[in-house]
């Protein structure tokens, strides 16, 4: 197993960008993709970051993703529009999305924009970040590939279905939560089978009901939605949303990212941003939600009480300070794509342990 390493973040766009470019992928598209993984890495979040540059590349190569793409809005009101993303990259469709929804937003205090015809796009933290940059608050939302099964459903008919909001805060650390609706996100599934653990009970079945716990069984089965009812009802929600109301793919209509290679995923997403001087001056609103988080956080003297997204910026800011870490699966993904690529990796800093 390789030992981690350390490299500076603008080292590691630079890297990431090139691989895109060499691997086929437009200027436009490489460089909103690279935005999107370097900063996965930056906030810890390793699963959405270089790590599944292997997996774009073949799917670029094998027609799956479509690069140049030619992506086209059609306005639908004064406050939505949608988009037609041309089977480019999710990262880059929903970029364009959210910024889209910021402009409507800054002209009619709300703004809502829905995608079809895109592919998988990373988290969705990053997404509502874009808008609590631009002072706003972001919900964004997307379909899947069907793994995860109805409530008291047998069979997979819902995507990890992801749903994220984001607030602008007075340190600048906006709040960011991210959720898949489902009992666990289907990267951690692949973190059960690399680290060769057993699944709890209560995550996954089989089509007889029974449960799951040998976590490369998982593809043959379906996982649950998360808290039972309560995470249909929101993965049904996200469904409805980013693929019935965009006209994308729905349910098994969304192919795989990792088995449908040479098509393009028919992922659907739906982007909202709010403007908050609407309702109130921003600084009023960031003050009273100051209040709030002080409440929060002070509500249990004994331990620490964690808002959403406060590890990420953790994360971001020792990544900015001290530089990203990047893991032994990580590096070996990344030198795999680089090797047949001819190009050549940066590793010339230190190594230790992540956290050293």
Known sequence: MKEPILIEHKRLHELCLTILKAGGVDDLQAT?????????????????????????????AQGGLNTPCVPKFKDVSLSAALLDADGGFGQFAAGLAMDRAIEIARINGVGSVGVRNSNFFGTGAFFVNQAAKSEMIGLVMSNSFPKVTAHNGLTPVLGTNPLAFGAPRENGESLLFDMATSALAGSTVREYIASGSSLPEGLAI????????DPAKVSGGALLPAAGAKGYGLSLLVEILAGVLTGAGVSDDVGSMYQDVTEPGQNGHFMIALDISCFMPLEVFKSRLNH?????KASNPQDEVLLPGEIRWRNYNRSMREGVW???????????????????TPWTVKTAAVGA
Do not use: Q
């Not at 030198?335 to 190009?343: A, F, H, P, Q, T």
């Open 32 to 60: 909103s993709v690279a935005d999107n993984l370097v900063w996965s890495e930056l906030v810890g979040r390793e699963n959405f970051g270089l790590l599944r540059l292997p997996i774009y590349l073949e799917r670029v």
């Open 326 to 344: 990047l893991s032994g699966d990580t590096l070996n993904a990344v030198e795999s794509v680089c090797r047949k690529l001819n190009v050549s």
């Open 206 to 213: 089989n089509s007889d009901g029974s449960a799951i716990t």
């Open 292 to 296: 709030l988080t002080a409440l929060i």
